[in-house]
């Protein structure tokens, strides 16, 4: 649907049930974006993907790399407020081997610019987990900025987290990027 240099961003399908379900129960993977961390069976990824698809407030795209055609994780728009024109943005890269090497901000790109020309919405939001620095910095030098924090929002590995609410603007963002 949507192509980078590297990366394309194509529609999220029943046919990605197994994937995503592997990368939903690696603790590795999901220690940066799952609250929880519970394991979820195969018919809870399943429900969940469905309810993904179905969803008239969500658009929901795997990471796919190019030339092999490799998933390497989700992207998706959800919560949309067409009437307020926002929405909140998440990013899961699920292949640990892939981290650190630009995928994420490729991918991400594609969508936030996707968010602001094609569906012109006015705001796009993303939750971080404090202890997420270089995802922090990342989403900085993508033109989000900090809006608040949701005090001691997360408990791992013995202590208390924030939740760091960041966003980015349609105006901003195309005085950045013309």
Known sequence: MFKGER???RKLALSDIDTFHSWRNNEEV?????????????????????????SGTSKSYMIELIQSKK?????????IDY?????????DIGE????GSGYGTEALQLLITYSFKEMNLHKVHIRVFSFNERAISLYKKMGF???????????????????VLMAAFQKEF????L
């Open 7 to 9: 990366i394309k961003l």
């Open 30 to 54: 999901m220690k940066y974006t799952n609250p929880s961390l519970d394991k979820y069976t195969y018919g809870e990824t399943e429900a969940f993907i469905e309810k993904l698809l179905q």
């Open 71 to 79: 998933p390497l994780g989700l992207t998706s728009l959800i919560n």
């Open 83 to 91: 009437k307020n024109r926002n929405a909140e943005c998440i990013i």
């Open 96 to 99: 640990h081997e892939y981290w």
């Open 145 to 163: 900025r900090i809006e608040g924090e949701q005090m001691d929002q997360l408990f791992r590995d013995g202590q208390w987290h924030n939740v």
């Open 174 to 177: 195309f005085a950045s990027h």
